[in-house]
C-alpha cells in the first residue's frame, strides 16, 4: 500500500450545536492539512451530536444539519475529509451517514447498515439500514468506511470493502463508555484487521451527553493486530499517523483513572453544556458528598464548587468536622446552616396527626426533605445546579429520599456501588498526594444521620455483600436460583424486593453518568407498574 498520512478529529460536539459542530470540523480540518494529513476522519454524526434523539422528528434539523454539511464541503480543500451527519433519502428515510468531502464538494455518502436498537441505542426509531458502504481513492490508496456498529456484527461491510480492494478501513464512530470498553474495541478492531489484512482506523467522539459520556481513545491498527496509534482517553485530539507506520500512543489509563475521568468529563459536560457556571453540594461530612465534591472540583474548578452542611440533632460533631475540613481542603466556597429549627417546626405542625405514632421513617424523610429545600433554594436564586450525592447501591435499593437527597439536577455517582466510591475516593488521594479526604471520613460507619445512633447496615446488608449482589441482579439480570444458591435465600429475597419496589423513585431521579454495563437510566427500563417476581 502507499503511503498515507490520516488524522483522526476527536472532537467533543454538542447535540443540535449545528454551526458550533461545523466550525469544530473545519478547525479541526484546517489542523489536519497542517499536519500534512491527506485525509481526516470525524466521528459518527458529527455535525448533530450524538444522540440527537427526537431532534430528528423535526424536518428543519434535519435540512439545517445537511446545510451545514454543504458549507462545510465548500470550505474543504486540499485534504479529503470523512464527515458524520444525518442524511435523507428522496422518499423521506433518514440514514446515519457519513459524508466523503474533496475538492469543494461532497463526493459521495456512506450510509450506516447495522442500526443497534439494544442498551442505550434505539436508532431503529429513527434510521433506515444503509447499503454495503463506500470506497474511495485518496492519495492513490483504496479507503472504505464504515459507522459504528458496521464494524461490530460478524459479515459486515468491511468484508465487501476488503474484498473491492480497500488497504485501509476507516470506522467513524460514537461509542459510549462503560468499564472495560477500550480493551473491547482494540480486541474487536484486531480481529477485524486479522480478517480482512487491512489496516483500520477508529474514531470516537469524545464528551459527556446527558449521562453518557464519550471517551474517545481512537486509534489506529495494523493488518497484523499491532496497535499503532492510540490516542487520549477523555479529551479532544488530532491523532496523525503514516500508514503505513506508527503514531503517538496515549499511555492506557487504569481502572478506577478511567472511571473517574469518565465522571468529571461527564459532570463538567452536562454543567457547561447546559449553562451552569457553579455547582452546589451538600456535604454532609460522608464519603459520597466527598467524592462528589472532589469530582465537582475536576471538573468546574474549585473556585465554582459550593458546599452546604445542614445539621440537625441527630449529625454528629465529627461529621460536621469532617464537611469542614474537606471544604478547607479542597478549597471551595462552605456555609453550615443549620436546619434544626426548620425540622423541629415540621414536627410541631404535624404534631396533631401524628399524635401516638412513633419517630420513624416519615421523621427521618423530613431532614432530607429540608435539606432538598434549602439547595434548592441556593439554586433558584443564585442559578447554580444541584450536584446529588446519592450513589447507585443506594439508588437500587430505594435507601435514598425522594425529593430529599435525590433533588438536584444531575447525580454524579448514581451508576457508581458503595464499594467503589471508597476507591475512587482513595484514588483521589493518590493523585492529590495528600490526604485530600480526610481519613476519618474513610472509617467511620457510613450513615444517613437521620435517627439516633443509625447505620447503613441497620437497613442493608454489609455494603460489599450487597455489591456483589447487586452487579448480579441489576447489570445482569441473574435469576433467583443462581443468585440465591450464591449469597442464600432470605438475602436474595430481601435485596430483590427493595430493588423492584424502588423502580418509582428511580425514574424521578436526576440523570448521572453511566458507567458500568447497566446503569438506571437509558438502558433500565422497567415498568414502574409490575406485577413480575423474581422470587
Not at 483500520?200 to 496509534?229: C, H, R, T, W
Request: glycine fraction near 10%.
Amino acid at each position: 500500500m502507499k503511503n498515507l498520512r490520516i488524522a483522526l478529529a476527536q472532537i467533543n460536539t454538542t447535540v443540535g450545536d449545528l454551526d458550533g459542530n461545523a466550525a469544530k470540523v473545519l478547525d479541526f480540518a484546517r489542523r489536519a492539512r497542517a499536519a500534512g494529513a491527506h485525509l481526516v476522519a470525524f466521528p459518527e454524526m458529527a455535525l448533530t451530536g450524538y444522540p440527537p434523539e427526537d431532534l430528528l422528528l423535526k424536518e428543519h434539523f434535519v435540512a439545517n444539519n445537511i446545510k451545514a454539511l454543504r458549507r462545510i464541503a465548500r470550505a474543504v480543500k486540499g485534504i479529503a475529509a470523512v464527515v458524520g451527519f444525518v442524511d435523507r433519502g428522496q422518499d423521506g428515510s433518514l440514514y446515519n451517514a457519513a459524508a466523503i468531502i474533496s475538492d469543494g464538494k461532497v463526493q459521495s455518502v456512506c450510509r450506516k447498515a447495522a442500526l443497534p436498537n439494544y442498551s442505550v441505542f434505539d436508532e431503529k426509531r429513527y434510521f433506515t439500514s444503509g447499503g454495503p458502504g463506500a470506497v474511495f481513492s485518496c492519495a492513490g490508496v483504496r479507503v472504505g468506511v464504515t459507522i459504528c456498529e458496521d464494524i461490530w456484527v460478524d459479515g459486515g461491510p468491511y468484508l465487501a470493502q476488503a474484498s473491492n480492494g480497500a488497504g485501509l478501513l476507516i470506522n467513524i464512530s460514537s461509542s459510549p463508555y462503560e468499564t472495560g470498553k477500550r480493551v473491547e474495541r482494540f480486541k474487536l478492531l484486531r480481529k477485524r484487521c486479522r480478517q480482512t489484512g487491512t489496516h483500520i482506523a477508529y474514531v470516537n467522539l469524545v464528551g459527556g451527553q446527558d449521562e453518557l459520556v464519550f471517551d474517545g481513545a481512537s486509534m489506529v491498527v495494523a493488518p497484523s493486530g499491532k496497535l499503532v496509534a492510540a490516542a487520549s482517553q477523555f479529551s479532544e485530539q488530532l491523532l496523525v499517523c503514516d500508514i503505513p507506520g506508527e503514531g503517538v500512543k496515549a499511555p492506557p489509563l487504569g481502572e478506577i483513572e478511567e472511571i473517574y475521568g469518565a465522571l468529571v468529563l461527564g459532570t463538567r459536560d452536562y454543567v457547561r453544556k447546559n449553562g451552569f457556571r457553579r455547582v452546589v453540594i451538600g456535604l454532609s461530612g460522608g464519603i459520597d458528598s466527598a467524592l462528589v465534591a472532589a469530582i465537582a472540583c475536576d471538573a468546574v474548578g474549585c473556585a465554582n464548587v459550593v458546599g452546604i452542611s445542614m445539621p440537625t440533632r441527630f449529625n454528629a460533631k465529627a461529621t460536621q468536622a469532617d464537611a469542614r475540613t474537606l471544604a478547607e481542603r479542597l478549597g471551595i466556597e462552605f456555609h453550615e446552616i443549620p436546619v434544626e429549627h426548620v425540622f423541629q417546626s415540621y414536627l410541631e405542625t404535624l404534631a396533631p396527626c401524628f399524635q401516638g405514632q412513633p419517630f420513624g421513617l416519615a421523621e427521618e424523610n423530613l431532614q432530607a426533605r429540608v435539606r432538598g429545600n434549602v439547595l434548592m433554594a441556593f439554586s433558584n436564586k443564585f442559578g447554580w445546579l444541584v450536584l446529588t450525592t446519592g450513589n447507585k447501591s443506594e439508588m437500587a435499593t430505594g435507601y435514598c429520599t425522594l425529593y430529599g437527597d435525590m433533588s438536584g439536577g444531575y447525580a454524579v455517582i448514581k451508576d457508581i456501588l458503595k464499594t467503589r466510591v471508597y476507591e475512587l475516593c482513595a484514588y483521589v488521594n493518590r493523585k492529590a498526594g495528600s490526604e485530600l479526604i480526610p481519613a476519618s471520613i474513610f472509617t467511620r460507619a457510613p450513615s444517613a444521620e437521620l435517627r439516633a445512633n443509625q447505620k447503613d447496615q441497620d437497613s442493608l446488608p454489609p455494603y460489599p455483600v450487597l455489591d456483589e449482589l447487586l452487579v448480579e441482579y441489576v447489570e445482569h439480570h441473574g435469576a433467583f436460583q443462581g443468585m440465591a444458591r450464591r449469597h442464600g435465600e432470605a438475602l436474595v429475597r430481601k435485596v430483590v424486593a427493595l430493588v423492584d419496589k424502588s423502580e418509582y423513585k428511580r425514574r424521578q431521579a436526576p440523570p448521572g453518568v453511566k458507567i458500568s454495563r447497566r446503569a438506571f437510566g437509558k438502558d433500565w427500563r422497567l415498568p414502574l407498574t409490575n406485577h413480575y417476581k423474581t422470587c
